[in-house]
């Protein structure tokens, strides 16, 4: 079983369109949760960090729920520059080495 | 303001060739690390280093060597190169307080034929 799980998509929304991307994780010493946009042939780039109250940034909106090791992203009005691949990331708080563990992510295609 | 820098950005090699892939960073972060990209497989550590001076394995080293000589700079080798070492390779920089958020270089693709 993958540490982080992720649908691989491609989800294909309209503009405007309300989308929700799932992932769960397999470790539950897991600390700390983000998620990253990756565009095509670019490098990750966080785009949100994920707190246990959960948080808004604009238009996207994170939640996590500890106990079913479980994260979401929402996105609402959705834009064509909304459409790349989102990754989930974890941490786990271990003694040394700062390490995420990352989804394979979630392709997310905006339509006009 | 440069970030993370990775040198070159594609290569192709024949099998059994070596070569150096660099990354610097221009943040004074303390800790470095190599993944690998490919298709429906996420991102995967193959070596980190916390500091200057030290390396370690992560998550798929084989067929990999690093060096972290400067604190800025931290190298990836390939001895014998391998068609499975066909790949996108990223660097990443992380600082040694708060977040844990990773800065991520622009890639190097390499091809292996």
């Known amino acids: 079983r993958k540490e982080v799980e992720q649908d691989p998509g491609p989800f294909n929304v309209p503009e405007g369109a309300t989308v929700a991307f799932n992932c769960t994780y397999s470790?539950?010493?897991?600390?700390?949760f983000f998620w990253y946009r990756q565009d095509c042939r670019k490098e990750p780039k966080l785009l949100m960090s994920v707190y246990s109250s959960g948080n808004e940034d604009g238009r996207f909106t994170a939640q996590l729920n500890r106990a079913s090791q479980y994260i979401s992203l929402l996105i609402r009005d959705s834009k064509l520059s909304d459409s790349a691949t989102y990754l989930c990331?974890?941490?786990?708080?271990?003694?040394?080495?700062?390490?995420?563990?990352f989804g394979s992510g979630t392709r997310l295609q905006v339509q006009p | 303001n440069a970030g993370v820098t990775q040198t070159p950005k594609f290569r192709v090699l024949k099998t059994g060739q070596s070569m150096t892939l660099l990354c610097a960073q221009d943040?004074?972060?303390?800790?470095m690390y190599w993944y690998r990209q490919d298709p429906g497989m996420g991102l995967r550590l193959i070596h980190y280093s916390v500091g200057e001076g030290t390396t370690a394995k992560g998550e798929v080293p084989d067929g990999y060597n690093v060096s972290r000589l400067k604190k800025q700079n931290f190298l990836l080798g390939l001895e014998s190169a391998a068609p499975s070492q066909t790949s996108v390779y990223f660097c990443?920089?992380?600082?040694?307080?708060?977040?844990?958020?990773?800065?991520f270089g622009p890639g190097t693709r390499l091809t292996v034929t």
């Open positions: 990331v974890v941490n786990l708080r271990d003694t040394g080495r700062r390490a995420l563990t």
């Open positions: 943040m004074n972060h303390e800790y």
């Open positions: 470790n539950s010493a897991s600390q700390s």
């Open positions: 990443a920089s992380s600082g040694n307080e708060g977040s844990y958020e990773q800065y």
